[in-house]
């Protein structure tokens, strides 16, 4: 797998001791989360190497077919429509190549946070979870967790899915009209009921990222790469 074209930011002064890949939402492109860097004021002393990839171009469904940027198509806004297996499954495969990549690069799995919105951030929930190395965090921002009906037999019941105890970061916004929370609620709850390690957030925002959720983002990047 060929992994996409990206905008890259390396903090501190120092080579990166650990690298963020961050996933755009719908429509949006790699350049949408590069400001953030700097608004997440992290120490010199913890140089990190943030990837923005650009997604696909491809039609989108709900969009009258119009052609934009997306990790998957979108069949339907019902929450118990169906999902873009094949989207959702080729979009994990580029996030793979993506952290190989890094690892590459000499940054090993477990110092490499997934990270995503929207779209993206279901791609993040999707591929971090069967990733057969463990790495050093997952962080979910106004989003769900597409295919959750593969969870048992892809994650949790896979002894080769090597992030059972990952550290996973999932924050929404309250009034959400994109996304409603519920679906990012009920997720969480998935996950925490199947024992994994979530850190739930919600912020009265729509479909978007506050100051006070940058702060939060902050706190646990640090915390993850404290240990």
């Not at 469904?61 to 169906?82: H, Q, V």
């Not at 850190?199 to 640090?222: G, K, N, Q």
Request: hydrophobic share 45%; proline share 7%.
């Amino acid at each position: 797998m060929t992994a996409p074209e990206t905008v890259e930011i390396e903090t501190g002064s120092d080579e990166p001791s650990g690298s963020v890949i961050w996933l755009h939402g719908l429509g949006a492109d790699g350049h949408d989360f590069e400001p953030i860097v700097a608004e997440l004021k992290l120490p010199d002393e913890l140089p990190l190497r943030f990837v923005f990839p650009h997604a696909p171009v491809r039609p989108v469904t709900i969009n009258g077919g119009m052609s934009m940027r997306a990790w998957y198509d979108i069949l339907s806004l019902d929450r118990d429509g169906p999902d873009d297996e094949v989207g959702i499954r080729e979009s994990g495969a580029i996030l793979d190549a993506l952290i190989r990549r890094e690892q590459e690069r000499g940054i090993a799995a477990h110092q490499v946070v997934v990270a995503g919105f929207s779209q993206g951030g279901a791609i993040a929930l999707h591929s971090a979870l069967r990733f057969a190395d463990r790495l050093a965090g997952l962080m979910a921002l106004s989003t769900y967790l597409p295919l959750h009906e593969t969870l048992r037999a892809e994650v949790i019941d896979n002894p080769d899915a090597g992030n059972a105890d990952l550290p996973i970061f999932m924050a929404h916004g309250t009034f959400d009209p994109v996304l409603p929370m519920q679906l990012g609620r009920d997720s969480a709850d998935l996950l925490i009921d199947s024992n994994f390690n979530v850190e739930w957030h919600d912020y009265p925002m729509a479909h978007a990222v506050c100051a006070e959720e940058i702060d939060d983002i902050r706190t646990w990047l640090l915390s993850v790469y404290a240990h």
